[in-house]
Each structure stands twice: as structure tokens, then as C-alpha cells.
């Protein structure tokens, strides 16, 4: 993780587009996790450390996420099923993921587009089975983006606000502190006398 941190430290909003896009045309990759951190990472960041800001982050990601929706996209509609299914599982597309997610994808095609940002693997699928379907280019375009920007919008604020809280809770004084412990160990105490009196009832 401190090597991801020195990373987009050190790159910014380049990292954030490179490590969307290669999560999305299927090289392994937390993309999830690494929004969250994004976030967290910002509410953490000095105020005199790197100028990167929450709208520029979810911009790079949803950038990142789309162009490598697209890239996935031609992929699929210009080399095809049989060469997906031969070499698919080098970017885990197994038969079985083909199965499911191509079954979901005839009956709910923009819906699974936008939704399948949330489904691991699935979001990988996706656009390959889109382009391998012929899948209207404008559809899936406007799908990708919709679904891109409430899924990285999403994780990196909630990335934020958690740092935010977390930064707030260790900023507390030491007697803060100590009056929290209290009021923890009264309610503790308070639970456990009540338990014991309705056990010896």
C-alpha cells in the first residue's frame, strides 16, 4: 500500500486514470479498494503536500473506467468470440462468467452496463460481451459513463468521509479521550448489571 501511496503521490491523477483502466479491461486489480484509498488519502493530505482534489480524482476515474470500457468494447467487436474464449481467462474471463453475465447482458443491456460497475468481474465482461453482441456503440457509451461516474463518485467520497471522520476522532484531545473511555466503561457496566440482575430473576 506504500508503494500505491508513493504512486499517486508522485504521479497524481495519471496514476488514478492508469490504474482505472487497466482494472476495467481486466488486468487484475481492487478497483474498489484503491477509490477508497484515493479518498482516504486525500482527507489525510496536508493542506501544503500534493494540489490533487476529490473532483479531479473522480474525473481521472471515471476517465480511466470508461476509456477502458471502450478499449474493451473494440476489443470484443473486432477479434471476436472464439479468440475471447481462447485466451479470455488471461484477463479472467472464464466460460462460465461468459454464461452468466452474457445471459443478464441480452435481456438488461444498459442496466447491466451501469450496474455491473458494482459486480467485480462482471464489470470486466461487460463491454467485452457488448462488442462480441454488436451492442449499440451510443447505448453502451452512455451506460459506461453513467455507471462509471456513480461508482467512482461513490467509493472516493466514501473513501474521504471516512478519513475525514477517522482524522477528526485522533485530532480529539487527550481529555476527550479519557471521557470517552468513561462514558464506555459506565455504559459497559450499566449493561452487565442489568444482564446479572435479569439472570438471578
Known amino acids: 500500500m506504500e508503494q500505491i501511496q508513493s504512486l499517486f503521490f508522485t504521479y497524481g491523477y495519471p496514476f488514478v486514470f492508469a490504474f482505472m483502466y487497466c482494472g476495467l479491461i481486466g488486468i487484475p486489480a481492487a478497483e474498489e479498494s484503491f477509490m477508497i484509498f484515493v479518498g482516504v488519502t486525500l482527507s489525510q493530505a496536508p493542506a501544503s503536500g500534493p494540489t490533487l482534489s476529490v473532483a479531479g480524482c473522480i474525473a481521472m476515474a471515471v476517465l ?34 461468459w454464461e452468466k453475465a452474457g445471459a443478464y447482458f441480452q435481456r438488461h443491456a444498459f442496466l447491466a452496463i451501469a450496474a455491473g460497475y458494482f459486480i467485480p468481474g462482471v ?38 468521509f471516512a478519513g475525514s471522520q477517522a482524522r477528526r476522532f485522533l485530532a480529539f484531545s487527550p481529555v476527550h479521550v479519557i471521557l470517552i473511555g468513561l462514558l464506555l466503561l459506565i455504559g459497559f457496566i450499566t449493561i452487565t448489571v442489568i444482564r446479572l440482575r435479569k439472570a438471578g430473576r
Open 64 to 97: 480511466g473506467s470508461v476509456s477502458g470500457m471502450v478499449t474493451a468494447f473494440l476489443i470484443g467487436y473486432y477479434i471476436g468470440k472464439p479468440f475471447m474464449m481462447k485466451y479470455g481467462r488471461l484477463i479472467r474471463i472464464t466460460p462460465a462468467r
Open 123 to 160: 464489470r470486466q465482461i461487460n463491454p467485452y460481451l457488448a462488442g462480441l453482441s454488436r451492442a449499440s456503440y451510443l447505448i453502451f457509451f452512455i451506460a459506461s459513463l453513467t455507471g462509471a461516474l456513480i461508482w467512482a463518485t461513490l467509493f472516493i467520497l466514501l473513501g474521504f
